[in-house]
T-cell receptor, first 114, second 112 residues
Framework: DSGVTQTPKHLITATGQRVTLRCSPRSGDLSVYWYQQSLDQGLQFLIHYYNGEERAKGNILERFSAQQFPDLHSELNLSSLELGDSALYFC?????????????FGPGTRLTVL | AQSVTQLGSHVSVSEGALVLLRCNYSSSVPPYLFWYVQYPNQGLQLLLKYTSAATLVKGINGFEAEFKKSETSFHLTKPSAHMSDAAEYFCAVTSQAGKSTFGDGTTLTVKP
């Protein structure tokens, strides 16, 4: 158990819908990272927040948005969902704002878009 | 820009044999390099990382990796494979800002 929690574990929805994925970092960690893992695209970095502020952005679609709240939990919002958005979404947390810091991964949310 | 190439999407070894998983990277600045392991239906777990200290890095479960700047490589090795090592392994390079780029992964199969 990494100490990072993600809810829900599974999510099934329809095309065009909007969903919110939630991540709670390990106690004391200020950084949250979001990743998408799919068979087509592999493991892709989406976005990184440190202490509420965006630090780095990766291959995140405009239909997707994220934020980190004052209590340091983070939410990833996915809208106008398409079949191709079906994937495992991981969040990870670390103490420091990137670089060599070890990231601890949550168990993931499996999103299925029908 | 940074990138990672893992050579070999599938590697099969016999139990007790040497494990060698290859990773080459490209980075415009000194890299932070990581190896992760992923078991089925689980998140990623850090095996080891290179952060510009010793070039030979020892990790968990008997794995180690050597950073070779001249070859831009960070290959993962384990002297003797165990059945429990069967999993998918990812090499990654991370920037100072925390942007990570992952390789496509290598699935390791261990035969009895």
């Amino acid at each position: 158990d990494s100490g990072v929690t993600q809810t829900p574990k599974h999510l099934i929805t329809a095309t065009g819908q909007r969903v919110t994925l939630r991540c709670s970092p390990r106690s004391g960690d200020l950084s949250v990272y979001w990743y998408q893992q799919s068979l087509d695209q592999g493991l892709q970095f989406l976005i990184h927040y440190y202490n509420g502020e965006e630090r780095a952005k990766g291959n995140i679609l405009e239909r997707f948005s994220a934020q980190q709240f004052p209590d340091l939990h983070s939410e990833l919002n996915l809208s106008s969902l398409e079949l191709g958005d079906s994937a495992l979404y991981f969040c990870a947390s670390s103490v420091a704002p990137g670089g060599p810091d070890t990231q601890y991964f949550g168990p993931g949310t499996r999103l299925t878009v029908l | 820009a940074q990138s990672v190439t893992q050579l070999g999407s599938h590697v099969s070894v016999s139990e007790g044999a040497l494990v060698l998983l290859r990773c080459n990277y490209s980075s415009s600045v000194p890299p932070y390099l990581f190896w992760y392991v992923q078991y089925p239906n689980q998140g990623l777990q850090l095996l080891l990382k290179y952060t510009s200290a010793a070039t030979l890095v020892k990790g968990i479960n008997g794995f180690e990796a050597e950073f070779k700047k001249s070859e831009t490589s960070f290959h993962l090795t384990k002297p003797s494979a165990h059945m429990s090592d069967a999993a998918e392994y990812f090499c990654a390079v991370t920037s100072q800002a925390g942007k990570s780029t992952f390789g496509d992964g290598t699935t390791l199969t261990v035969k009895p």
